[in-house]
């Protein structure tokens, strides 16, 4: 098994309704995500997935939050714009995007250098 990752960022604000904290209150970070595929077999020129093509992927579906406030664009008008639910929805977003014999493993979302979540889809 191959894992292939690309990482793209964008800027947007936030904030976090009924958290009781200074994160309540409307702020902003440049948020880094990390698209992570994995691949059972190599192509005939040895490459598991473009990392060209998975770049392209990713910034077309992150593209339309760069310099938004994310509580005002769906799903995040209706949940929170937690960095877990922000991952869960990217990954939603990018699964229909690959061919089938391509599986996306993971979303990270970094919301600063020393803290991300990661939505990885398994059991629960």
């Given at each position: 098994?191959?894992?292939v990752?690309v990482?793209?960022?964008?800027?947007?604000?936030?904030y976090i309704?009924?958290?009781g904290g200074?994160?309540?209150?409307?702020?902003?970070?440049?948020?880094?995500?990390v698209?992570?595929l994995a691949?059972a077999?190599l192509?005939?020129?040895?490459l598991?997935?473009?990392?060209?093509?998975?770049?392209k992927?990713?910034?077309?579906?992150i593209?339309?939050?760069?310099?938004?406030?994310?509580?005002d664009?769906?799903?995040?008008?209706?949940?929170?714009?937690?960095?877990?639910?922000?991952?869960?929805?990217?990954?939603e977003?990018l699964?229909?995007?690959?061919?089938?014999?391509?599986?996306l493993?993971?979303?990270?979302?970094?919301e600063?250098?020393?803290?991300?979540?990661?939505?990885k889809?398994?059991?629960?």
């Open positions: 098994m191959y894992l990752s990482e793209k960022s964008f800027d947007a604000a936030h309704r009924g958290y200074r994160c309540e209150k409307l702020h902003g970070h440049r948020f880094k995500v698209a992570r691949i077999k192509n005939k020129i040895g598991a997935f473009d990392f060209a093509e998975l770049k992927v990713l910034s077309e579906v593209s339309k939050y760069d310099h938004q406030c994310l509580n664009l769906p799903p995040f008008n209706r949940v929170n714009p937690s960095s877990e639910n922000i991952a869960t929805e990217i990954y977003e699964v229909p995007l690959f061919p089938s014999a391509v599986k493993d993971s979303v990270e979302v970094w600063s250098p020393e803290a991300c979540a990661i939505y889809p398994g059991k629960e």
